[in-house]
């Protein structure tokens, strides 16, 4: 077993459970975080005792986003740097969606921003009633860039930008009713229930399951490329812009951003 500083895995039944460790910082991302759940997703891929992998947080969140250090950080690093985190989270999109096994995700609590990606992007979510959602980076002068590349395709295009430019939070049954939650179910029965469902997905063929999550992933090969690399582009060109040095400042401070 690789054993990770953020992350926790386990392999029972078949079945890979992927915890995000870090619930003092409320699963907070980090680069290292984002390297090891991406290495983690690999070793998934390759283990041939998984058939399934679920993905859920430690504490009360699943996952709130960027960590606040990663933020103060972004607001002295160099060009290269932020080309590096942007390429780093599409890397784990990428390794996420392409993923040959059913992923599911155990969203009990809140999964903000990048947390909301990886839930959302998973195959399968299941998500506590009191889980909260929302892409935020647009009140700190940030850009919901890699993501919403997927989300466009996950939503429509409409709902899509009215998530991404007002960056409310929404709650679990408004995101069942659009589609990015499966199911919402009872936190003492999050769990089984994640259970139950990679137990039967394993009674269908590894091999069938794989081809259809290939196809599907070629459907959206049509346009994701292109799209991501511009969202990466997009991505580092903003960090560079006043409005994210401020939208972190007045974030980090604990007042209103002044966008003048």
């Known amino acids: 077993m690789t054993h990770y500083a953020t992350l926790h895995t386990r392999t029972e039944s078949r079945v890979t459970t992927i915890l995000l460790n870090r619930p003092d910082k409320r699963n907070a991302l980090t680069p290292q975080l984002i390297e090891e759940l991406t290495e983690a997703l690999d070793a998934a891929a390759r ?18 986003g960027l960590d606040l250090e990663v933020l103060r950080s972004g607001m002295t690093a160099t060009a290269s740097d932020h080309q590096a985190d942007a390429e780093r989270i599409a890397a784990l999109f990428r390794t996420l969606t392409a993923l040959p096994k059913p992923t599911i995700a155990a969203v009990n609590g809140p999964a903000i921003a990048g947390g909301m990606g990886i839930a959302t992007l998973c195959d399968f979510t ?45 709650g679990a049954e408004e995101a069942e009713r659009l589609g990015l939650v499966t199911r919402v179910v009872p936190e003492p029965e999050l769990m ?21 999550k290939r196809l599907l992933g070629r459907f959206a090969e049509r346009h994701l490329p292109d799209e991501i690399e511009a969202a990466i ?20 401070e604990k007042r209103d951003p002044d966008w003048n």
């Open 47 to 64: 283990d041939p005792q998984c058939r399934v992998v679920i993905i859920t947080g430690a504490g009360s969140a699943f996952c709130a």
């Open 126 to 170: 299941l998500a506590v009633p009191e889980a909260k959602f929302g892409y935020t980076e647009v009140r700190i002068g940030f850009i919901p860039a890699i993501v919403s590349a997927y989300l466009r395709a996950q939503v429509g295009d409409k709902r899509a930008r009215e998530l991404l430019l007002t960056g409310r939070i929404f």
């Open 192 to 212: 089984p229930d994640a259970q139950a469902l990679a137990a039967k997905l394993m009674r269908n063929s590894p091999a069938a399951i794989a081809a259809t």
């Open 233 to 252: 582009y997009a991505s580092v060109e903003m960090r560079s812009h006043k409005d994210f040095r401020e939208g972190v400042s007045a974030f980090l």
